[in-house]
């Protein structure tokens, strides 16, 4: 794990195609690598634990710079960016990120020029280190176990004990609270019981479950 004073994220199209980068400077300096608002950890270290290697944190602030081909107009879509006032015509998108009370895996987009809600081109992800927990072993640790709290409720649906849920999906307009949602059905699908169900479901195609009705007298 080294501290960076700035740091390039590559952005990829669905295809894995480089398009852009994006430069993201800290606003502060970094202390120690524990309080640093810019890090990079191995990449192996990375893809043994889900992590990207560039990571953030929380309560931090970040300049960022979309770097190009000439003659490209690429911005960054981001619920915790805003785009500088101050950009002229022909000059690269560039402004500030906030990651405020935020932290988890951070979903970043570039959009065709003034098209915000257009289709993205390019998509990167960086990590948002905790600061109050560690990220690795208490807060993804959290996150884990309410995955597998939402995996019970749904192994639960067919007990005889009923709860009645309603969503306000629609109703949340906070900074980043789909990627908190994304962040969850992520620890989800990469938990050992789903892949050990999907296992299983590949192995044996022609099983299906199914109930059987079992009659149990009362009166003895």
Not at 85 to 91: A, C, D, L
Not at 112 to 127: E, Q, S, Y
Not at 174 to 182: F, K, L, P, R, S
Request: hydrophobic share 40%; proline share 3%.
């Amino acid at each position: 794990m080294i501290i960076k004073s700035s740091a390039e994220i590559p952005f990829r199209s669905a295809a894995g195609v480089l398009v852009a980068y994006a430069v993201i400077t800290p606003v502060k300096d970094a202390g120690t690598v524990a309080t640093a608002p810019l890090i990079q950890i191995d990449q192996a270290d990375a893809q043994e634990n889900g992590e990207t290697e560039i990571q953030l944190r929380e309560s931090e602030s970040y300049e960022y710079e979309v770097r190009v081909p000439a003659g490209q107009d690429l911005r960054l879509r981001c619920s915790l960016a805003e785009r500088r006032k101050t950009i002229k015509n022909g000059q690269p998108d560039a402004g500030r990120l906030d990651t405020s009370c935020w932290c988890g895996t951070l979903l970043l987009e570039l959009v065709h020029g003034a098209a915000i809600n257009g289709p993205a081109v390019a998509t990167a992800l960086v990590d948002v280190r905790s600061v109050k927990l560690d990220y690795r072993t208490e807060y993804r640790g959290m996150l884990r176990r309410v995955a597998q709290e939402l995996a019970d409720l749904v192994a639960d649906a067919r007990s005889s004990a009923k709860v009645s849920f309603r969503s306000s999906f629609e109703e949340r307009r906070d900074a980043g609270w789909m990627q908190i949602q994304t962040e969850l059905l992520r620890e989800i699908l990469e938990s050992a019981d789903f892949a050990a169900a999907m296992h299983r479901i590949i192995t044996f195609p022609h099983e299906r479950l199914a109930f059987e009705a079992l009659e149990v007298r009362t009166d003895r």
